[in-house]
């Protein structure tokens, strides 16, 4: 070992140790022999575990780049031999992850490095045991969520950052130590207020714009490929661009292509392309570019130079720009990709590839394409309509294999596409954007979270639930959760609709009233005041809950509740949505009580409005929250709960 002095460890001394590199997953039933030197690769992308065996190690280090980290220094004689056996267990516990469990490599990556995370906060605040399966366990993670409240409480970190972490690490904890009940008393942290973790879709207007210039791209760029149509080649672009025409000429070049506004500006661009005549697809003369260069005999030389390098492209039908066009095209039929289907890039980019496939029939305007991969059947379901581009898409996938084997169904040539083939990453769809907004920067970027969102709103509007939630891959919960918002247009008019029956019912009756209002036979209840007990009747047409004297929740969708605008009702409200918070945890939980945070928070906001109340809600949440203060009767139903261990 090499010794260095690392002075950002408070003077500690490190020393480089020998390492070795195992790309993960492991053949089934090979095991690491020495763990402790272990750094583990997912697909290019390295973590180094195996310092973790050493109690003492350097606290931090500066990657090199994305796909490859520098091992961390350690201390040698801090080896510790029941941590370096745990290490072991835990590559192959992260192995049958990836074997076994279904997940990507990106994913298992990610949680891995949470899990070094871990480890280092373990291991400085004296929980070095935290993974030994005992007491130790669970003091353990009651520890680590209070560490990142602390960082959530002073800003350190946001709360869905911080509650992703914590359920991250609770899941990885059940799988490696077999108990199922860590969480037991410990209280945990929101994954997000209600509404905080929603995605907004895109508008339908931004949303046909990229979709139309991807379309535009992936038909002209392979037109043009597969065809071996000439350059300069005119290539058609939407309407919706709002540009002057509505087409864009194509040479062969790294800068493809020109927006109409840079060819209005091309005189002062000085004279790298100053040959190539954007806007009229052709060659410049040596009088219009003769003031770009020092002397003619510079501007005929251009002019020749690009007449030859047009020559080569047009008789060269593997021509290096012509590969990238088909390549353009590739990223440009996986935008398109993304947004047909909704799936998460990751998992797309994993998608296995087989040599055939079959196109199943049409039902209700859908197909689904199935081939084989790896020994199992792959599918997706696409629209009608979708199936002549996968098609097109085949044909320009086998033009820049050109007989190579790629494993699956979306790859990256490397630079200038001169690599063997490897799976798509995100970094190269980000730069696919990049060169889309050369074209013009009012391009919209829409990453792929805000693409599932549209694909989950247009099911959602046009379907249900149930069909939305099956055809995107995940559960209706999680539809609901994360993918609900709607688009703004879509909300404008959805909104408007709402406000009208509030409105209309709010002439009727006033649910929140002044402090000192009295309800003439009003009973008092754990909500509020109810005034007409056992008469429950909706406020509006479709609540989310009916009302039901015997159920407390079903008292905020009725007409006969009553909220005072004073310190003991709020009290009551804020309690209720403590207690339901909590118990949210359990399965369908959240979908059924979603509505009830919802309209608990809105007869909140309706209270902040009277003069004084919004200092005092802030008041009453961070007692009940914070402190526990909750009101008698549901600090009853939060003991209850606990004593039957169903709060987490």
């Not at 040479?251 to 091309?266: C, K, M, T």
Request: overall charge positive.
């Amino acid at each position: 070992m090499q010794k260095r002095k690392s002075a950002s460890n408070g003077g500690e001394q490190f020393w480089t140790r020998p390492t070795e590199r195992h790309s993960l997953p492991l053949a089934k039933g090979m095991s690491v022999l020495h763990p402790e030197r272990a750094v583990l690769v997912f697909d290019g992308m390295a973590k180094d575990v195996g310092a973790l065996c050493y109690m003492r190690r350097q606290g931090s280090v500066v990657p090199r780049n994305r796909r490859a980290r520098q091992a961390r220094e350690v201390d040698p004689g801090s080896l510790d031999l029941t941590r370096t056996r745990l290490i072991g267990r835990f590559i192959e516990f992260v192995s049958s992850l990836l074997l076994d469990g279904g997940f990507t490599n990106s994913t298992v990556h990610g949680w891995v490095g949470l899990w070094i995370n871990l480890m280092d906060w373990a291991d400085e605040s004296g929980h070095s045991d935290i993974l030994s399966g005992g007491d130790a366990t669970y003091v353990g993670f009651r520890a680590y969520v209070d560490y990142l409240r602390h960082r959530l409480d002073t800003n350190q970190i946001t709360q869905r950052t911080a509650a992703s972490r914590q359920f991250a690490n609770l899941r990885l904890m059940e799988r490696f130590t077999g108990l199922h009940d860590i969480h037991r008393g410990v209280r945990l942290i929101d994954i997000a207020r209600p509404g905080d973790a929603r995605t907004v879709p895109p508008s339908e207007c931004d949303l046909g714009r990229l979709e139309g210039l991807c379309d535009a791209i992936f038909h002209g760029h392979t037109d043009l490929v597969l065809t071996q149509r000439e350059f300069p080649y005119r290539m058609a672009v939407p309407k919706s661009l709002d540009w002057k025409r509505d087409y864009v000429w194509l040479f062969p070049l790294r800068a493809w292509s020109v927006s109409v506004g840079r060819i209005e500006n091309r005189a002062t661009r000085g004279s790298t392309y100053a040959a190539y005549d954007f806007e009229n697809g052709r060659l410049a003369t040596i009088q219009e570019i003769r003031t770009q260069f020092n002397s003619l005999s510079k501007a005929d030389t251009a002019i020749r130079h690009a007449r030859n390098r047009l020559a080569e492209a047009n008789r060269n039908a593997r021509h290096p720009e012509r590969l990238a066009a088909a390549m353009r095209a590739h990223h440009a039929f996986v935008v398109l990709f993304l947004g047909q289907t909704g799936m998460n890039a990751s998992v797309a980019f994993a998608l296995a590839w087989g040599a055939e496939y079959k196109v199943g029939a049409s039902q209700q305007g859908f197909r689904e394409i199935k081939w084989r991969a790896g020994g199992k059947m792959v599918s997706v379901v696409i629209r009608n309509k979708f199936l002549p581009l996968f098609v097109k898409f085949i044909e320009i996938r086998s033009y820049l294999l050109n007989g190579r084997e790629a494993a699956t169904l979306f790859f990256n040539l490397g630079y200038e596409n001169r690599s063997a083939p490897k799976p798509m990453t995100v970094k190269a769809l980000g730069s696919f954007y990049a060169s889309l907004q050369r074209l013009g920067p009012n391009i919209p970027l829409i990453r792929n979270r805000k693409l599932r969102a549209a694909k989950q709103d247009y099911h959602v509007r046009n379907d249900d639930f149930p069909v939305a939630a099956t055809i995107m891959g995940h559960s209706e919960e999680t539809s609901r959760r994360h993918y609900t918002a709607g688009s703004k247009s879509a909300h404008h008019e959805e909104i408007s609709t709402f406000l009208t029956r509030i409105e209309e019912s709010a002439l009727i009756k006033r649910i929140v009233l002044q402090a000192d209002e009295a309800v003439d036979g009003g009973t008092q209840g754990p909500l509020g005041t109810c005034a007409a007990f056992r008469s429950p009747h909706a406020i509006s047409e479709d609540v989310p809950v009916a009302p039901d004297c015997g159920r407390q929740e079903g008292c905020l969708f009725c007409d006969k509740h009553r909220v005072h605008a004073d310190a003991p009702d709020i009290r009551k409200l804020v309690s209720c949505a403590f207690v339901v918070q909590q118990a949210t945890y359990l399965p369908g939980a959240e979908a059924y009580f979603e509505p009830v945070l919802r309209r608990i928070a809105s007869l909140l906001d309706e209270v902040k409005e009277f003069d004084g109340m919004a200092s005092i809600v802030a008041r009453i949440e961070n007692e009940v929250e914070e402190y526990g203060q909750l009101d008698a009767y549901w600090a009853e139903k939060w003991a209850l709960l606990n004593e039957l261990e169903v709060i987490v």
